[in-house]
């Protein structure tokens, strides 16, 4: 028996709350896609109680929701590819210069949020160098086509 100003006993009592309940084990929580900027969201433990809420990956895209340009881009990105042979893809950048003329350049982040959004509904891949690439993780040059 530990000595009872020792503390021990306590302490073994009171790491039971650390162990992981059942139900939040990774494998149980679905996948979930931002609804902002179309990146996979990552599950957090202060998430635990609330996932099935969660629509946003931060404060940022929360604050930034899907605004009207954000919709409209979209829309550009399907018409622009409709224009196009089935197996024809687009840059980003061609919807960006579609909507924003000669401020184009900073349509570029809205242009590839929206091609996420798109990818996360089954309406769009995101291709770098031919390959289909995972959107969340994509960096540089991409491209967008129809799926296959």
Not at 13 to 35: F, I, L, V
Not at 41 to 65: F, L, M, P, Q
Not at 107 to 119: D, G, K, Q
Request: aromatic share 4%; hydrophobic share 35%; net charge positive.
């Amino acid at each position: 028996m530990p000595h009872p100003k020792s503390g021990i006993s306590r302490k073994i009592e009171g790491m039971a709350h650390r162990q992981r309940a059942p139900s939040d084990a990774p494998g149980d929580r679905a996948d979930k896609t931002c609804a902002s900027c179309g990146r996979r969201i990552e599950w957090r433990a202060k998430w635990a109680n609330t996932w099935d809420a969660v629509k946003y990956c931060s404060a940022a895209c929360r604050a930034h929701g899907v605004n009207e340009t954000d919709r409209r881009l979209e829309e550009t990105i399907v018409t622009l590819l409709e224009a196009r042979a089935q197996d024809a893809t687009i840059c980003p950048s061609d919807a960006a210069r579609a909507i924003g003329g000669e401020e184009w350049r900073d349509l570029m982040e809205p242009a590839r949020r929206a091609a996420r959004r798109m990818v996360a509904r089954g309406e769009l891949q995101i291709t770098q160098g031919g390959s289909v690439v995972d959107p969340s993780t994509a960096k540089g040059p991409i491209r967008l086509r129809r799926p296959r």
